[in-house]
């Protein structure tokens, strides 16, 4: 598929975010054909930046030469291109009031309230251009008693609930733990290009612009998905389980005698295939594990006689075994496996760009696959500033000599 033939293909979009929840929305809509142009501060840029190591170190000559990209800046900034703009500055303010005008949708991560002095809140740009889509991502949202306060995604994993559902229980040694990446942002980003999509289309049937309120938080209590509605239905706190899952029985992870394996049980249909694989087929007929509910209720039982069984032979051996049986299973990878996988390869997760500097930057691909094209941005990760003259130019026309009274003002990079 063409890039100008992707869905997204002519929208126009202002990212004043940074981090990650904001950058992981705009990253989706310029993979989905998206035009994206990156606000950053001149010198510093996005924070993120700076989170090194690993580091991408840049080669070659031109913009950002020699420079280096933190592997962490690389994950969310596929498909965009930089502008340098001080807003502390009036004509850096300008500038971006010029072009929100010409945006189609303009998303910030500021603080509640942060951008209104800049006259870039969605008020003050709404009335230049009624028909814009803006959205604001916080922590806590734009309303309520912690709207005022920083929200970062370990801390709305803790207060949202995440934590109290992750890790071993106390009596296994365990405590609260967080999900190895920020979930909460990644959740965050895709609900948000969900609801820009979603304000796009009223748009084009209304002409009627709109405001969006993300809040990590409602975020992270929207996606407590079935353990929120088992607190809601029987008023009981779930509580820590390690691997094991609330609803069903057996779907954890095992000891082999070499490793460990996932055994993911769906139903009592699979619940029979893993007796049998593992040559018990009594355990299926009796009452205590015949059915799910069954299973649950006796999941200490079942789940003893499972960890022996399985401790007995090596995982692949398991694996194996399991796989001619039909029941679902696989290991438990490490990152260097995941990229070595073959199903990985063959659905191509692991892409290659490179920067416009000659660098070669090694990319995880968007998962999306759209009429077999994978939807994937060939666009490389910007350099800071990389594209300002570019962009200023053919967004608002300015020429060399504008360009040159700009830097020599401060307002751009």
């Not at 209104?116 to 230049?128: F, I, K, N, T, V």
């Not at 699979?270 to 299973?295: I, K, M, S, Y």
């Amino acid at each position: 598929m063409r890039e100008l033939s992707k869905p997204l293909a002519g929208l126009k979009v202002l990212d004043l975010s940074r981090v990650l929840a904001g950058p992981w929305c705009t990253q989706q809509l310029a993979d989905l054909g998206a035009e994206v142009i990156k606000v950053e501060r001149p010198g510093r840029g996005d924070d993120t930046r700076a989170w090194g190591p690993p580091w991408l170190d840049g080669i070659g000559t031109g913009s950002g030469a020699g420079m280096k990209e933190s592997a962490y800046f690389l994950s969310a900034n596929r498909g965009k291109r930089s502008v340098a703009i001080d807003l502390s500055t009036a004509k850096g303010q300008e500038l971006v009031r010029r072009l929100a005008t010409k945006a189609d949708v303009v998303i910030e991560n500021f603080k509640v309230g942060g951008l209104a002095a800049y006259g870039l809140d969605y008020a003050s740009l709404q009335r230049l251009k009624p028909d814009l889509i803006y959205c604001s991502i916080t922590g806590f949202g734009q309303d309520g008693p912690y709207a005022g306060r920083a929200g970062y995604d370990f801390l709305i994993q803790g207060m949202g609930g995440l934590m109290s559902l992750t890790g071993a229980p106390d009596a296994q040694g365990g405590e609260p733990m967080k999900v190895g990446v920020a979930i909460t942002d990644i959740f965050t980003g895709l609900y948000a290009a969900n609801a820009i999509l979603a304000a796009l289309r009223r748009r084009d049937a209304t002409g009627e612009g709109g405001y969006i309120d993300m809040a990590l938080l409602d975020v992270q209590v929207g996606v407590l998905a079935n353990q929120a509605l088992n607190y809601l239905t029987s008023g009981q706190t779930p509580q820590r389980m390690g691997n094991a899952h609330p609803n069903i029985v057996p779907y954890q992870a095992f000891a082999a005698a070499d490793g460990h394996l996932i055994v993911t049980v769906g139903n009592d249909s699979q619940f029979r295939h893993l007796c049998e694989a593992l040559g018990e087929p009594a355990w299926a007929v009796d009452p205590r594990f015949a059915t799910n509910a069954q299973r649950v209720a006796h999941r200490e039982t079942l789940v003893t006689l499972l960890e022996a069984r399985l401790i007995a032979r090596p995982r692949d051996e398991w694996l194996a075994l399991l796989e001619a049986h039909g029941v679902p299973c696989g290991p438990i990878n490490t990152l260097d496996q995941v990229f070595d996988d073959p199903q990985v390869r063959h659905r191509g997760m692991s892409c290659e760009s490179a920067m416009e500097d000659g660098c070669r930057a090694r990319l995880v691909g968007n998962p999306i696959t759209l009429d077999g094209c994978r939807m994937t941005s060939p666009r490389s990760p910007p350099r800071l500033g990389e594209h300002t003259a570019c962009v200023l130019h053919e967004w608002l026309a300015l020429d060399a000599e504008a360009l040159a009274d700009l830097r020599r003002d401060g307002a751009i990079g």
